[in-house]
């Protein structure tokens, strides 16, 4: 059964980086599309950035793009979202997703597997 654990939230302020990982265990990492979403208080979970099965493919939402980056490292069998400039716009729970094959789609249907999320929180 393949699992996904998030971590690496916490409180910070405006300004500050933060990167969250995501482990995932069960089968083979390398063939997942992997992409992280985000939920704030009453707002739908969105789309934050995707990466292809290889690493050749990134996408990002908009309104991270420049300031998060996604990464993998298939031999750790993990995935990674580093996050810079942060406003508190961004504060939310964080969610790892993976699609088995898939290609790296910006949205939430496309994700079979999910982690439990991990909460950041930005203060002004």
């Known amino acids: 059964q393949v699992q996904l654990v998030e971590s690496g939230g916490g409180l910070v302020q405006a300004g500050d980086s933060l990167r969250l990982s995501c482990e995932v265990s069960?089968?083979?990492?390398?063939?997942?599309?992997m992409a992280w979403f985000r939920q704030a208080p009453g707002k739908e979970r969105g789309f934050v950035g995707a990466i292809s099965w290889n690493g050749r493919r990134r996408y990002y939402a908009d309104s991270v793009e420049g300031r998060f980056s996604i990464s993998r490292d298939n031999a750790k069998n993990s995935v990674y979202l580093d996050m810079k400039s942060l406003i508190p716009e961004d504060t939310a729970v964080y969610y790892c997703?993976?699609?088995?094959?898939?290609?790296?789609?910006?949205?939430?249907?496309?994700?079979?597997?999910w982690g439990q999320g991990t909460q950041v929180t930005v203060s002004s």
């Open positions: 997703a993976a699609d088995q094959w898939g290609p790296a789609a910006p949205n939430r249907v496309s994700y079979e597997l």
């Open positions: 069960g089968r083979a990492f390398s063939t997942f599309a």
